[in-house]
Structures are given as C-alpha cells and as structure tokens.
C-alpha cells in the first residue's frame, strides 16, 4: 500500500476567504440576555470590532439616535420590542441603520424565520462558530460603503416573533 500525503486543496481566487475586520469598526450588540450579548461582544472584540451592548429596543434606538455604528446585531427574541420590530422601525425611520442589521437567533420556528426572511437581511444562526461570524461581519462591514436595497417589509405575510423566549 502507498500513502500519498494529505494535503488541503487551496480555494479557488475569491472564495473561501473572509475579508478581515476593519480595526475602526463599531458594532452595536442588542441582545436581551446578558452572558450572550457579553460573548458575541467578545468574540467581535476579539476579531478587532469596537462594541457597544444594549439589552433592549430602547436601548439601542437610544444609542443609535446619537452614535454610528457600522454593524448591528440584533437578537430576535427579547421580551417588548423584538428584533424584528426594532429593524421595521429602523427602516422607516433610519434605513441606513437597517441596512447594517445582522439577526441573531436559535429559533427555528416558521414564523420567525418568515419575519426574518421579509427583511432580507442576514442572520446568524445560533449556536454559530467563531468561524461563520467573522465571515458574516466582516463581509457586512467591508460592504459598508455601499449600502444594498432594502427590500419592502411586507408585513401583510410576516407576522411578528412571539415576544416569549423560546428554550
């Protein structure tokens, strides 16, 4: 029997390769859970973001009426004011703001990603890896410039996520 040595196949040019994280980037972390948001902050710290957490809509629209921040996570599922409302507030009010939402949930109801899907924007599965993150945050940032189309939020077929946490 010959063994051929393992090696790993290069990617194609372009693929495969996050961009990295722009060192001045400022992202907004809303999340209602105390421990997740303080993790996802320090994963983005760890990638070179500059972060700022909030644990509400209140919060967040607070922030956001004063500072910039170039990305925003927003948890989908938090009790009052969800993810979702949050961003469709956001769109009519601030579509630039919208325009840099990254959803983050574990919930895989219907509904929920129905909502999500009517925005268009991406989402963060959890539990994600620290691989999957970087990729989505420094794609989302390195995209900051040019700011894609939102799409319309059809609200007529996107019902809102259930205020109550699901386990």
Known sequence: MVELPVRAAEPPAGEGKTPPVPQDARVLVVDDEEHVARVLGDLLEELGARIEITHSGTGAR????????????????????????????????????????????????????????????????????????????ANGLTRRGALPALPRPDTRHAPDPAPARAT
Not at 72 to 92: A, F, K
Not at 96 to 122: H, K, L, Y
């Open 62 to 137: 607070a922030l956001l009426a004063h500072e910039h921040f170039d990305l925003i996570t927003l948890d989908v599922i938090m009790p009052g004011e969800n993810g979702v409302e949050l961003w469709r507030q956001l769109y009519r009010d601030d579509p630039s703001a919208a325009a840099r939402v990254v959803f983050v949930t574990g919930n895989v109801d219907p509904s929920i990603q129905t909502a999500i899907d009517s925005t268009g924007r991406p989402v963060l599965a959890k539990p994600y890896t620290f691989k999957a993150l970087s990729a989505l945050v």
